[in-house]
């Protein structure tokens, strides 16, 4: 993992600190300087990695995998908007970086991470859409559709287009199942926009309708 790596690196040159001082002072103050502009350079990039989570072993206690959260943090720049339909830990660390409106049908899961919650209780298989006309935000740069569970169903979504800004980026998670596939695709055919699949290490995979042009 990069953090062993830069561990070991660290360590490495926390050794060679020592013995550079001790040759700096008998010698050239030249190599002491020369390690200090390496350690500067170490220390950014530790500072750039630290920019993503320390996401833990999939399906720990998050419903995405870290390589849909990277794509998001790739192609939403900082301070965007993004509405998340079914939130989880992942929930919080967006918050981290965007303006992030959780739709969550499930009380217990209401107000548990920085976010804005619309808390909308499943209603004729979906969530309530009478909560939805009401709360949804007006403005928005992304669509995360990671809710409901799949024992509920998502296809709501779809038949509830009108709700939502479709103009923008539309990323669809658990596409390696039938039901969220087949939602996509028929987004895709709605919005005559193409879709694109991406596989994580895990074989799961998730699908993203890109915003129009």
């Known amino acids: 993992m990069v953090s062993k790596k830069i561990a070991k690196i660290v360590l490495a040159i926390v050794i060679l600190?020592?013995?550079?001082?001790?040759?700096?002072e008998k010698h050239n103050n030249d190599l002491k300087k020369a390690f200090y502009e390496c350690l500067t350079y170490f220390t950014s990039l530790t500072t750039k990695a630290k920019e993503k989570p320390q996401f833990k072993a999939f399906g720990a206690n998050w419903s995405i995998s870290v390589e849909l959260f990277n794509y998001v943090r790739d192609v939403?720049?900082?301070g965007k908007t993004m509405i998340e339909l079914g939130s989880?830990?992942?929930s919080g660390q967006f918050s981290k970086f965007y303006t992030v409106y959780s739709v969550e049908h499930d009380k217990k899961w209401v107000g548990k991470y920085n976010t804005n919650y619309i808390h909308a209780p499943i209603k004729n298989k979906w969530y309530d859409t009478n909560v939805l006309k009401k709360k949804l935000p007006k403005t928005y740069d992304l669509i995360l559709v990671d809710g409901p569970p799949g024992f509920i169903g998502r296809g709501g979504f779809y038949k509830n287009l009108h709700l939502f800004n479709t103009d923008v980026t539309i990323i669809f998670d658990d596409v390696n199942r039938k039901a969220e596939h087949k939602l996509m695709e028929n987004v895709s055919k709605k919005l005559n926009r193409p879709y694109k699949i991406f596989t994580d290490s895990s074989r799961k995979k998730f699908g993203v309708i890109a915003a129009k042009k």
């Open 76 to 78: 939403l720049p900082r």
């Open 17 to 24: 600190n020592k013995s550079a001082s001790l040759q700096a």
């Open 88 to 90: 989880g830990w992942a």
